[in-house]
């Protein structure tokens, strides 16, 4: 090969790994902040796995709704064999105490407002820092 076409060839992958790369470089310092959700320190579970929660909580949510209000049925069994109310205030807000450092991380950086909270009462939000993300564990059920 001569030099001629590896000079060539160099250049076409520069200005390749350049296009590849751009949405990254160009991006940078311009994205919002990563969303930060600070999770429970003192318990280790939820009601579902962390992938299934973390991409299924409003299917989760829904179906808790419609069979609290259609059936009266409000028992449910945690992944790991625990018992919880279906309530959205009563259980996940406790474990999750704040809703601002919690469900807004995520909320507000895709910009989503689920507008439970016309009527479901938020938690009221810890102080600061040192409370945060403390669960006040629900109460099991049998
Ligand atoms: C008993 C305490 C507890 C209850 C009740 C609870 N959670 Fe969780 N939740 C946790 C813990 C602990 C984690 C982190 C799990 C892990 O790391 O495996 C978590 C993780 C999550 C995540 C994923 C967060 C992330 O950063 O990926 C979401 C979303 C979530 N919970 C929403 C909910 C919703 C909605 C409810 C009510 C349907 C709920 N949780 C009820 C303790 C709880
Ligand atoms: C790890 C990030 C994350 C956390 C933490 C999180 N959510 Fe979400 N939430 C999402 C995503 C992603 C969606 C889906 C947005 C979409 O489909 O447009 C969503 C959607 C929802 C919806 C449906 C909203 C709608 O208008 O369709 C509800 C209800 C909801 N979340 C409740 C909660 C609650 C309550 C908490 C806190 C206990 C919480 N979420 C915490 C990421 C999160
Ligand atoms: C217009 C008012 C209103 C709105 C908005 C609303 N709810 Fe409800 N929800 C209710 C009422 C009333 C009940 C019945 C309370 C009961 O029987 O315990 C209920 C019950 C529930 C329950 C089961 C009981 C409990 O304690 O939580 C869940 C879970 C629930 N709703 C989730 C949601 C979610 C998630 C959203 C937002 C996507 C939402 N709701 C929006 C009024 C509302």
Redesign the pocket.
Known sequence: MKLYDSGKIITGIVIFVILMTFPFWFNMGRAAPKPD?K??KN?????L??DT??TS?MQ??NN?RDEVVRDNKRSFVAFDG?H?DKS?SN??M???SSKKQFCDQCHNYLKVTPYCWDCHIEPKEPKESKETAE?K??KETK
Do not use: Q
Request: hydrophobic residues 35%; charged residues 20%; positive net charge.
């Open positions: 959700p999770l429970p318990v280790k579970n939820c009601v796995p962390k929660i973390k909580h989760i949510l808790w625990k919880f959205l259980t996940c406790k474990c999750h669960a564990e629900p």
